[in-house]
């Protein structure tokens, strides 16, 4: 039994939780949250218990943490993990600033521990057969990857001021994905957007739309378009277009039920947000992290994922502040 | 802590265990199968033991049973269940015989415990969908069904000899999913067949391939197209055309993944088989199972859709065997 | 140039009418029709001129009829123009009756005149591309035929009364489909059906909603649906199982628009109706048969296609009154 | 009856000869060409015959032009048909410098003769069908468009040296589409590419993959994606976000066939190319054309039009060749 702690008993903790619970050979033994209460329902619900930061770290049947708290608490949790000798799976982002990122990286190294970052989308099934058919040549080489990432409605205002603005809270994922997808680094970022979704959003020094161009160092393209707002839902896609073919991403919908009516024919719209949208991925990547513990496979996405993500957020943050082209 | 006991360690039997041990507030204790290496496998991977039935079934702890062993053994374990007055969870069907279905029928209501029948399709997010919009009076009145339903490949001939026919093994399913959502009762029914997949299959005295049509007391009308082979995986839909409009309850596939290539556009095939295409639905009926146990909620499918089914099957068989219409 | 006269200048005939002008190598003299104004205003549309049917068919310079006049005219026309020795193109039905349907086939056939019948379907690209990719084998051997035929709305009532039944004049088409696509004899025919739509066409002593079930020598088949109301549009679609697959003959729509909305995602509805639906089979029919006519090559539909699609109506329509399967 | 005369016989010359067949009150007289035997030959066709252009302009009966030639000759053609006082009908681009195309567009304003520009896509039944919905405000206002705009092969190196590069040669369009989808014009650029198709694209000295984003005096944002292969056919779609939801103009295919395969499920590809893709957007625009002509209804699409989607080409080039935003 590997026994576990989690940081964090909130919307995604909760997530967590249940994926953990339900992990043979794991035993989910302490939750840790500022809010005792909340961290104490969430281990009543699967027979843990509430702790500190302390005793989780402390207790040395611990082999593994998870990293679910608030974005500002993850490279000190990453750090004091990575001291402990614990296995870290943590959420993106690793942190907001690439400095602290980078010591989170060099900490993991140095303590010579796994640590996993939560970019779940790899572990989707539909975005998962799209890398697999791609490796498989279906396509030929990948040349163009158009991605769509667009939220059902803004977050508050309150956690826009917070977040680190739209590139580093929104499209680090989508940042990731292109690392992923089109295998290759980028040499060159464009970005701009705009606040046309609410002008509380611009006043708070961040975009709601936004659109960014990233050029690799095999000369092949990505374009990404993003929004805090899609009235149909939660709008994830991309497609590649390679020298063979082309593969799409589609999003996933609730129900297959088609309806025929004197206006139109409809089908349901994308999944509600990412909880839903991401439900098999958030227990695929909780499997792949301790089949890693387990059998010592390699993590498929790691804390230099999280860090190359950022790299790309703050070039194009850049980009869009100076409206210019940054290279990298 | 309800404490369960299940019969049948087979295919089926481990789909039920798992959404079992899943089930919050049950407790799953015994596995009984005539196969008792089977049985104590199962229930090792989810905390109980091996058993017999009389050991289950003297149990008074044991609260309710779950019958996912062979056909012929249905009725024997619904009337002993219900003699010991356990709540009864029964795979369909509930015998091959309408005089055994009776009788079984007959001893649930005497012994006034619950009997639950297994025809999942309507614990189906996909399918519920389609019926909670046509309550809502979505397409108006309902007047045509066309159910389309073919598994990927026929069964071994043994199993087909003692399978009860295409009519009760397979339809069963279409003539209760008719029921539903027409909302109504046949009152004449019309089959034919070929066997055009496998030989061995008509000198078993069956059909692969069947249609059947229904009129009910409404002058509602159903079509059913079934084989027993589908190159392209298994097939389960269905279209109700309305007054005001259609709904049609499409196949679920694994991805959402579209490919272009030099040939076509393609997107994957339905999930091979039952045990994919209804995995949302065999956990969505255990749950209601346990709700209907815990608060008194009413069954939605019980032992006289099973009966009713089975009256459609024998029609069904009779309308085939004699070419005529059968009237009910 | 060949030279044409056209019987009828109704709906039907003015779409021949302008096919017949679009056509290269063929001139389109005279419009035939007890309405003069009509014939007049039609033929002065594309060059022609009003006439009698005598001055027609006594025109020796005239090579081809197309007869697009009502149905109780077919019979008579054909019989005429074949004993002048003109190629004939005719719209369904040859007649209402099969004794007359047989008459003119012999006519015909006596005459050794090229006899057309207007089952535009067959002229379809998308029906067409079926037809090719079954021939090529992409799908093995053809087991099961499903057709779904659902006109827009009903015609009025005092249509229906002349209109032989909805077998014969609706249903008609997907008897020529079935014969085309499973390439077999029918050898029992099980129809039933209700009037759901309108009382009145069943005080008409018609159906408007039938279904049909036929079974062929090969042991192949079909079932058909029929409605004479779909609140959606036109709908005309089939589906083919083959040992090694399945090909789907979809619904065309207007555009290729897909909305998304806060309520679902949506596209257009089918096209209206046969017109609209059929307008590019109703073209490429036309040019076949002025191929036919210029370099002998065969005709894809003739009389006796007529007269059989007639007699599975006959056939059905018994099937229907006498509740009992037919056998052919 | 207006009397047309047409320059140039080649590829989209034959369409719009063609169509100018068919429109009704229309006599088309001349074709002029440099292949004075495929003049003579589409001349015949159509009941026309081979001219030069002195002749079909110095001909007084001749009231409009269509021109179909070479790029290089439009401007030209353009400024001796205003000279004339014909109406014009140009296929696009006006020219490759933008200082002749403004030339035109002053002599066209000074000769006060109606100048339509030939982009077609405009008067497609799908693209068409979102602008009016747009207009219609059924998803509110719009924010984001993204084009996606790739060929099925490239062309001939040859042409690529004289085609003015990939954004006034195939993005002209995509800008066109662009100005009338957001209904605003643009502020900045940025444009990038690679080539990944042919390296003797390269050499030449232009791109075969090619992306741009412009942001709009509303701060609208468009991103277009565009190659010269797409190895599964013609792919000319784009996507509108708005405030209230979302449009999409999809790709056109040959038929509604669906094929179930073993491997997958598969429709056709979309159409080959531009002349089969835009077939009915060639006729309507004709047909808008000849509306102007006669009923002075405005043109839809102007040589304006096409100086300010020249104006973003060169912009775009701009951007490429010094990899910086270009502002507008």
């Not at 997530?15 to 043979?24: E, V």
């Not at 990453?78 to 990122?101: M, N, Y």
Request: glycine residues 8%; contains cysteine; hydrophobic residues 45%.
């Amino acid at each position: 039994m590997i026994e576990v702690a989690l940081f964090g008993a909130g919307r995604i903790g909760k997530i967590h939780a249940a994926n953990l619970a339900a992990q043979p050979g794991v035993q989910f033994k302490y939750v840790v949250d500022v809010n005792q209460e909340a961290a104490a329902a969430l281990a009543g619900l699967h027979g843990g218990s509430s702790a500190t930061v302390e005793t989780a770290l402390a207790d040395p049947a611990i082999k593994a943490v998870v990293i679910a708290s608030s974005t500002d608490t993850h490279a000190d949790l990453i750090l004091r993990s990575a001291a402990a000798g614990k296995a870290i799976f943590c959420e993106k982002p690793v942190d907001l600033t690439i400095d602290r990122a980078r010591a989170c990286a060099a900490a993991v190294k140095e303590a010579k521990v796994l640590c996993m970052l939560g970019f779940q989308r790899r572990y989707d099934p539909t975005f998962n057969a799209v890398k697999t058919r791609l490796e498989a040549g279906e396509i030929g080489t990948p040349e163009l990857l158009v991605v769509t990432s667009r939220d059902p409605g803004p977050p508050p205002v309150s956690y826009i001021k917070v977040s680190g603005g739209i590139f580093k809270d929104m499209l680090i994922h989508d940042f990731d994905i292109f690392r992923w997808i089109l295998d290759d680094e980028a040499v060159s970022v464009h970005a701009t957007g705009s606040c046309l979704v609410d002008p509380a959003i611009g006043e708070a020094g961040d975009l709601d739309t936004a659109v960014v161009t990233i050029r690799t160092a095999k000369g092949r393209l990505c374009q990404i378009n993003a929004s805090r707002r899609a009235a149909y839902g939660y709008d994830q896609r991309f497609e590649v277009l390679g020298s063979a073919g082309m593969l799409q991403a589609g999003n996933h919908k609730p129900t297959e039920v088609t309806a025929y009516g004197s206006a139109n024919v409809s089908v349901d719209k994308p999944e509600d947000f990412f909880l839903e949208r991401y439900r098999v991925a958030y227990a695929q990547e909780m499997a792949h992290f301790f089949d890693a513990l387990s059998h010592g496979t390699p993590l498929r996405t790691t804390v230099h994922d999280g860090l190359k993500a950022l790299e790309l957020a703050e070039a194009a943050t850049l980009s869009w502040r100076e409206q210019r082209v940054v290279t990298l």
